[in-house]
């Protein structure tokens, strides 16, 4: 019994360690599915869960104009836990450059590979 008592006494301020150290990224997908990415955060912080709340899983970008104040927060939390960024003007412009603009276009990964590009011919 005094070995379960050690061994939970050391495990325990390890978990307390790598809970403050590790986030987990929750993504909501198609169909109320939900997926989650473990991460490591630049700083500790007690919040375990974070949300990027500019993404919608495989739908478009959200706007920053559409985007309530509360959702922008915690956009800002996840853009600081995740990526050390305090601006989250810097952090939307990430998602925003590896969005598919409408315009460009459409690529398969097959087609990039072997050198030719699917879209229209110039």
């Not at 559409?66 to 810097?90: I, K, N, P, V, Y």
């Amino acid at each position: 019994m005094n070995r379960r008592i050690a061994y939970a006494l050391a495990i325990a301020p390890l978990i307390l360690v790598s809970s403050l150290l590790v986030g987990v990224e929750e993504i909501h997908r198609e169909h109320g599915e939900v997926a989650y990415d473990p991460f490591i955060k630049h700083a500790p912080s007690f919040t375990f869960v974070f949300e990027n709340t500019a993404q919608c899983g495989e739908c478009d970008l959200r706007p920053w104009s559409l985007m309530t104040e509360d959702a922008r927060q915690r956009f800002a939390m996840f853009c600081s836990a995740r990526f050390g960024l305090d601006d989250e003007h810097a952090c939307y412009s990430m998602f925003e450059a590896k969005q598919p603009s409408a315009s460009s276009p459409a690529t398969s990964p097959t087609l990039v590979r072997a050198g030719r590009r699917q879209g229209p011919r110039r």
